[in-house]
């Protein structure tokens, strides 16, 4: 009895080695495994085998030939080996660092370094982690491609051509131009639903000028379309010095005597502003203008009239 | 007969060792077994497998010859096995995702040796600055991470969201990380006497004391510390964390998301389920007043009026204060 691995192995090496499409038969009689006889078991075989090599990233191609068989099968070497990366020994040696210093999930950058043959060492505490998802990597794939996807986002099919992958604020977004939007949009690629489906590489086209950096902007209450707003916000002396190291000083409308700050935050999403103004507890208040401070308060009247001790749930 | 890894993996980590031996001619059992993760014996017996592969060939030079002792396995695999493999998806967007977070720590030289290596990827597998990954440089990392570095105490003022206090702590710095888009400092915190973890987004001061730290991490947390709510939430919480269930509507669950126990649940109401560590009523209470109307504490009955006490509070916060 043959291995599957020492079978799986040979066939990798039998369909690369020679360079042309290989019947069935002929395959059969250069690597060990297969059933003896011709027939299905030995037709199963081979296409389970095909399956395990194509989940591993490795694509046998079927091709016309001549002879009773009609069918032949070859690893082609574009598909199999990278154009050489001519990687110096410091470069071979900054991506080896730089895999073991990020935690992004499995598969890991370990496996890459290991498919381009580099050195790659394990065991290093991370520099950085960043959640991984499994939209990510068909995204990228697309994207490298310059392929059209789509996708379902919040109960709606969506059809993007995309510009940027861009993790920010903890979150990956994926920046594009919105086919039936007609315009840039970006999307939190956590809450696409199912599977992400790419069109022909090269289907996509962005806009002349398309400038995916401006696309998402650096506060959560600018991801949105609503009216743009000026609110202006005070926050204590405590967490004054923090918010405005997050907010920027460009933000500051001016500074009281009792150490607290006044800011003006341009504002089109009024929802991600409450939720970061409630993070900073009693520290921050909404002095204007009044329809937002109305709201905020309104928001608060509601909770506090929640029954102390809800009954029947 | 111990599990095994399935084939199909078996024989990618094979590829993968034959790639570096075409590459090195030679090797050590124990540094090919370290590099790629493998026991020994699990080594040898698949290479002793490999070794009969590929025969008969037809000519010298596509012979695979393999030689495994107890120590050291030397290969004459020729160039052709040598040569880069190409990239599933999910590997090539690991590499350059990984490149660019490495290159988005503040201090990064983007011309450096990893900004070309990452060029020359992109050159061969495309998507030239199409991935971007932004890492906040709060404005005491550059110390912070200088301290750790050095081995040197540090005096940090510090705010504490669970406690919502600032408190003075002398750290011995341990490791700097960013995790999930917010920087972290975990160290020996000589205040608390423990290891603590801090985020450095809530240090509004921070000195060099002088003194040298004298804790490195011997009793660090471990890494899956942080898989509770509060560990990414200022403070490394103690094991008095207690454990809530709320009902969440579906357009808010967003808000519990980063902060979740357990996978949510669907309930036969129509919301999501969620669980979560709860170490401070305090921030217990803020969490309550973002999700606002959007969520209700199932459990446990003493935390269901966190959320109105929070929203009182901020209330008559709003009424007393002076109104510009």
Known sequence: MVDRLERLTDLVLVLLRDQRPKSLREIASEVPGYPAQEGEARRQAFERDKRTLRDGGIEVTAMPI??????????????????????????????NLAVAGVHLGEPSGRDALWRLGLPASAGARPVAELPALPALPALHAALRARATVSFDYRGERRRVDPAQLRFHAGWWYLVGHDLDRGAARTFRVDRMEGDVSAAAPGSAVLPDGFDPDAALPDVPWRVGEGALVTVVVRVDAALAALVLDEVGESALARREADGSVVLHLEVTNIAALRSWLFELGDHAEVLGPDEVRAGVLSWLEAMAGVPAAPEGL | MAVRADAGSRLLRLLAVLTWLARQGRAPVSELSERFGLEPDELIADLELAACCGLPPYSPDQLMEIIVDDQEVIADLGAELGRSRRLTAAEGFALAASARAILAVPGADPDGA???????????????????????????????????????????????ASSDRESTRIVDPVSVRSIEGHWYLDGYCHNAQGMRRFRVDRVSTARPTGEPACHRGEDAPPDDARDSAQQTEAFVPGPEATVVHLAVDDDAVWIVEPLLTSPPEPRADGRTGVTLAVASTVWFGRLLLRLGPHAEVLDPPELADTGRQAARQLLDHYRSAPFR
Not at chain 2, 140 to 145: C, E, G, K, N
């Open chain 1, 66 to 95: 001549d002879g009773p068989e009609q069918v032949g099968y070859v690893i082609r070497p574009e598909d199999y080996y990278l154009p050489d990366l001519n990687l110096a020994p410091d470069e071979q040696a900054a991506l």
């Open chain 2, 114 to 160: 990893l900004g070309r290596a990452l060029a020359k990827l992109e050159a061969v597998l495309g998507g030239r600055g199409m991935l971007r990954v932004d890492l906040r440089e709060p404005a005491h990392l550059a110390v912070i991470r200088d301290a750790c570095e050095a081995g040197r105490q540090l005096e940090l003022h510090y705010y504490s």
